[in-house]
């Protein structure tokens, strides 16, 4: 539970930069090379790296290197467990409003039966 | 655009943290006030203060004061924010799927008319 946690935090933060996310978003479409990623960014290769490494910590996005060329490729099962804590969050709200619906519902039915019973 | 990025990053920003993720939770079973929040973190205030801050500030809890308590209560369009991203994620991934499947079954057509036709 500890490790999903820091998991979870290491993909969150990974994820809190636009920059970053373009990166997420363009490996979307297929792997890429770190030349071909840092193209559309207007940095200098060494501030692109930090970021390809955050990413890569997190565990985002794959990269390995043959020859000069570094390939990255996303990791999809780090973005779903972003996916399955906002399943759970919403699974919360869900049983609220089931009880808040139960109580309603039950509070109409004890008034209805106050009304009927002589008080 | 730009807008909506800040406010992605403030979002993911506030949730990659176990303690306020768990005041995200908290909260989605309804509002609280921050001393009932607090309980049951072994945290004093004023460090449980700042994460309660930094949630607002996202805009992913709203507190209002009422005499000396502050309520708080979740604003579950913001992690919407969060949800919208990874959708939109998930279509490109299912493009790539597309067009990956268009390019195998028309490779495999053109070897077909290829064995048909004398070479």
Redesign the interface.
């Known amino acids: 539970m500890a490790h999903y ?1 820091d998991d ?2 290491a993909v ?2 990974a ?4 920059t970053r ?1 373009r990166i ?2 363009r490996l ?3 792997p890429a090379s770190v030349g071909e990623l840092a193209r559309p960014f207007e940095m200098t290769l060494p501030s692109f790296m930090k970021h390809v490494r955050t990413l890569e910590s997190s565990g985002v996005i794959r990269t390995s290197k043959t020859g000069r060329v570094r390939s990255c490729v996303l990791n ?1 099962d780090r ?1 779903a467990l ?2 399955d ?2 399943a ?2 919403r699974e ?2 869900s ?2 409003t089931d009880r808040l619906e139960a109580f309603v519902t039950d509070r109409h039915a004890d008034r209805a039966t106050e009304q009927k019973e002589p008080s």
């Open positions: 946690r979870l935090d969150l933060l994820l809190a930069d636009p996310r997420v978003r979307g479409r297929g999809r973005l972003v996916d804590w906002l759970e969050q919360l709200w049983d609220r």
